[in-house]
T-cell receptor
């Protein structure tokens, strides 16, 4: 079974631009979550989608948004990029609420 | 409120030493799930173990063992005879449904350095 796939692996953007990250979950997994990881803040939860609906949300500004498609693939968008958005963005999927999340390799976003 | 505390920010040990990583959790729910993950320097988070709140049996997998104690709300992880390849950041996580949906809450992680 293929794991969680995130694209792209690396991105370099400048301040003010916007970016879209993609995540394909493990086949059969309907829940997809996004996390931001920085050296100083650890793993910060962004949001979780289940069956195309956002069901949990972390404490991030509205510049961070996401969506999930009918095939469970998910995208995360960050608009008006700031230097502080430089981070590793991780996507995770799980089969059910009692099951572990499985993570992708992440997208490393650098803002210049 | 749900919370996961990993008080040890960083631990350094010499190869072949045993090391225990602590995890303390808070939840009001009676049904919950606990997890441990390993994040090596390459960055991917690797799932290690899942434990539900009704199963307090300790588990051993090779050099890894987990001690789950509901009385102290702890789910500690021990690596026996540590190796350099064990160097990583280890995260403990809790999933529980008291908020209506099963949110995943991670601890802040413990960085383990195993020195040759």
């Amino acid at each position: 079974k293929a794991g969680v796939t995130q694209t792209p692996r690396y991105l370099i953007k400048t301040r003010g631009q916007q970016v879209t990250l993609s995540c394909s979950p493990i086949s059969g997994h309907r829940s997809v979550s996004w996390y931001q990881q920085t050296p100083g803040q650890g793993l910060q939860f962004l949001f979780e989608y289940f069956s195309e609906t956002q069901r949990n949300k972390g404490n991030f500004p509205g510049r961070f948004s996401g969506r999930q498609f009918s095939n469970s693939r998910s995208e995360m968008n960050v608009s008006t990029l700031e230097l502080g958005d430089s981070a590793l963005y991780l996507c995770a999927s799980r089969q059910g609420d009692d099951q572990p999340q499985h993570f992708g390799d992440g997208t490393r976003l650098s803002i210049l | 409120a749900q919370k996961v505390t990993q008080a040890q920010t960083e631990i350094s040990v010499v190869e072949k030493e045993d090391v225990t990583l602590d995890c303390v959790y808070e939840t009001r729910d009676t049904t919950y799930y606990l997890f441990w993950y390993k994040q090596p320097p390459s960055g991917e988070l690797v799932f290690l173990i899942r434990r539900n709140s009704f199963d307090e049996q300790n588990e051993i997998s090779g050099r890894y063992s987990w001690n789950f104690q509901k009385s102290t709300s702890s789910f500690n992880f021990t690596i026996t005879a540590s190796q350099v390849v064990d160097s990583a950041v280890y995260f403990c996580a809790l999933s529980e449904g008291s908020s209506g949906t099963y949110k995943y809450i991670f601890g802040t992680g413990t960085r383990l350095k195993v020195l040759a």
